[in-house]
């Protein structure tokens, strides 16, 4: 289904701007890579931002002599430089960048095609990072690491109040109740406005998306059913005042964590070695199990997560491909990824010994055991639309009435459909009703 919809997008893509100047495998068998490599070693340059990326370069370039790669860490706004960048033919030959940002690059002919040097390595990668990927069939980046979900909940506070840890969304309100019942200071979750990735997560993991295609039309799908599922449970946690409402990463937050008045975060698997950071003080108290289903589907969210490209215009494709390789399924290569704190996309990182670890923080629970699960349960249906950081900044905007009381999640969701349909077309896209 999801390459179906990504198919679907490209082509409404090409009929509401045009001709699309999508590239047909650019640089992948008629660069000038192979006569250059005889000539000498062929240096290309990585940006990205995983730390301990140094390492895994320093590896590759003495185990691959003929090949090597000149990196530069990315901070603060170096990726908004990228898009001028290859405009310009300056660009790096690899670029770390956000999955959800992949449309726009393909419809501004930014991106190399890899679908003749990389279409079958499907198999390595996790369904739904893959999906993400790929448009009308062909490949424009490499997954490299996702944000599946798990349930990180104090067993402290649960055990000493005899609540059961909820496996359902049902529960997990019948939860919520039952724990303000035997202390009103407690809740069992935060509502942040600011921090969009739990609905994009919840709503992922109901088989919603935010966009699609229809025939020839974009579809906006920010109110559909999958998403109002999602807003049902909220608005009662909320109205039952069940959930907090206090902003992410400020330091309200992480006291309310610290005095243990937050029992749960159901949040990506990125998410653990934050905790850590800013709560040490509550170490032992954690554990980590399945995120709450819909009817109890097994069923996991995401919340999206960065990929490899090559931008156009590179000369040397085929070596920067073979290094995206190298980094993102090679052993050494997804060692140093989850040394540096990612979660691969890779199937065979799921399994890797670097990430199958026991953590002090959780009193010694291989808590990756759950996310891995998590990664291959993600539905394959989010598409990713030409304005999604639009429709990122307006859910915070609703969101933030919804926390004031002047709106419910349904009016907000509502009210953010037709901002995203005004969005869309403001830019002379097609929208099906």
């Not at 800013?278 to 109890?296: L, R, Y």
Request: charged share 20%; hydrophobic share 45%; glycine share 10%.
């Amino acid at each position: 289904m999801a390459r179906k919809l990504k198919s679907r997008l490209t082509t409404a893509l090409a009929l509401a701007t045009g001709p699309v100047l999508f590239l047909a495998a650019c640089g992948g068998g008629d660069d000038d890579s192979g006569a250059a490599a005889n000539e000498g070693p062929v240096t290309i340059e990585f940006w990205g931002w995983v730390p301990g990326l140094e390492e895994a370069v320093a590896q590759w370039n003495e185990e691959n002599p003929d090949v090597q790669v000149e990196f530069f860490r990315m901070t603060g706004d170096d990726g908004d430089k990228i898009p001028a960048a290859i405009d310009a033919g300056t660009a790096p030959d690899v670029v770390q960048m956000s999955v959800h940002s992949i449309p726009g690059h393909i419809v501004n002919n930014r991106l190399t095609e890899l679908t003749d040097i990389a279409g079958d390595w499907e198999d390595r990668f996790t369904p739904s990072s893959w999906g993400s990927v790929v448009f009308d069939g062909a490949l424009y980046a490499i997954p490299q690491d996702s944000g599946p979900t798990g349930l990180m909940y104090r067993t402290d506070i649960f055990a000493q109040h005899g609540v059961e840890v909820p496996t359902t969304w049902t529960e997990f309100v019948e939860a919520g109740r039952a724990l303000k019942a035997a202390d009103p200071a407690l809740t069992i979750a935060q509502f942040s406005p600011n921090e969009t990735g739990f609905w994009i997560q919840s709503v992922w993991q109901n088989g919603g998306s935010w966009n699609g295609i229809d025939g020839d039309a974009w579809t906006v799908n920010v109110a559909d059913e999958h998403s109002l599922e999602v807003a049902e449970v909220w608005q009662t946690l909320l109205d039952e005042e069940l959930v907090t409402t206090v902003e992410m990463w400020t330091p309200e937050y992480w006291a309310a964590i610290n005095a243990g008045t937050i029992a749960t975060v159901n949040y990506a698997a990125w998410f653990p070695v934050l905790l850590e950071e800013s709560a040490g003080a509550t170490a032992g108290n954690w554990a980590v199990a399945p995120s709450p289903t819909f009817d109890g589907e097994e069923s996991a969210g995401d919340t999206g997560g960065s990929v490899n490209v090559i931008p156009a215009g590179t000369e040397h494709v085929e070596q920067a491909a073979a290094f995206v390789e190298w980094l993102n399924t090679s052993d050494e290569g997804l060692e140093h990824l989850i040394n540096g704190g990612i979660f691969p996309s890779a199937v065979a990182g799921l399994e890797h010994e670097a990430l199958m670890v026991e953590e002090p923080f959780f009193g010694g629970q291989v808590i990756n055991e759950v996310f891995a699960d998590a990664a291959l349960q993600v539905p394959a249906t989010w598409v990713d639309g030409p304005t999604f950081e639009l429709t990122q900044n307006a859910l915070k905007d609703e969101f933030a009435q919804v926390a004031n009381g002047r709106k419910t999640f349904a009016q907000a969701l509502a009210d953010l459909e037709s901002r995203t349909v005004a969005d869309l077309t403001g830019m002379g896209l097609s929208v099906s009703e």
